[in-house]
C-alpha cells in the first residue's frame, strides 16, 4: 500500500515536471495573444479616426480651412497674425 502511494506520488511529480515547461509555455502564448488582440483594437480605432479625419479634410473646407490655419501656420492675404505669449517667454527669433 506505501509502496503503491509512493509510486503514484512519484509518476504525479514527473507528470508535474514534464507538463509544467508546456503549461506556462501555453500561458505565455495566451498573454502575448491578449496584448496582440489589444494593439489590433487600438490600431483599428486609430484607422477609423484617420479615416473620419480624412472624409472631413476631403469634404468640409472649413475643417480644411482651420487645419491649414492650425497646423500649417497658413493665413489669408492681408491678415495679420498676433501671438499673445506668457510674461516669462521670449519670441521666437525669424
Known amino acids: 500500500m506505501l ?5 503514484l ?3 504525479t511529480i514527473i507528470i508535474f515536471v514534464l507538463f509544467l515547461p508546456s503549461y506556462t509555455e501555453l500561458q505565455d502564448l ?3 495573444n491578449w496584448d496582440y488582440d489589444r494593439e489590433i483594437q487600438r490600431l483599428k480605432d486609430q484607422n477609423r479616426k484617420l479615416v473620419e479625419e480624412k472624409r472631413r479634410l476631403e469634404e468640409d473646407p472649413l475643417y480644411l480651412e482651420k487645419v491649414a490655419r492650425e497646423k ?3 493665413i ?3 491678415e495679420v497674425i ?3 505669449l506668457p510674461a516669462n517667454q521670449e519670441a521666437p527669433r525669424e
Open 82 to 84: 498676433y501671438k499673445i
Open 9 to 11: 506520488f512519484i509518476g
Open 30 to 32: 495566451k498573454q502575448k
Open 3 to 7: 509502496k503503491n502511494a509512493f509510486f
Open 76 to 78: 489669408k492675404e492681408g
Open 72 to 74: 500649417m501656420g497658413l
